[in-house]
């Protein structure tokens, strides 16, 4: 499974799949589900065991600037506070974007 295209729109990135569906993630939500060391600590990526305090966010860490393509297996995304270490799998993508 890998994207058709992959767009910001507004406040969401919208990924269209090779199989004809469609995800939405809003990008607060994409942000704070950042898998990088710094971010997810010792949660899983989902941040299903929450630790600690939440790392405070400024608003512009919602800003999406732009992204690049990892290999063939995911994006890395570059956000405006400058955070860019988080590298989001295709399958993390669709989890995210998934109806919960
Ligand atoms: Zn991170």
Request: negative net charge; aromatic residues 10%; hydrophobic residues 40%.
């Amino acid at each position: 499974m890998k994207p058709a295209y992959i767009q910001i729109i507004g406040t969401e990135l919208a990924i269209a799949w090779d199989d004809q569906s469609e995800s939405y993630i809003a990008l607060e939500k994409l942000r704070r589900a950042c898998p990088c060391a710094y971010c997810a600590g010792e949660t899983d990526v989902l941040g299903n065991v929450a630790r600690g305090p939440k790392i405070s966010l400024q608003p512009s860490a919602f800003d999406l600037r732009s992204f690049d393509l990892v290999g063939a297996y995911a994006i890395r995304p570059v956000w405006g506070d400058g955070h860019s270490s988080g590298i989001y799998s295709y399958e993390l993508l669709k989890k995210l974007g998934a109806p919960s």
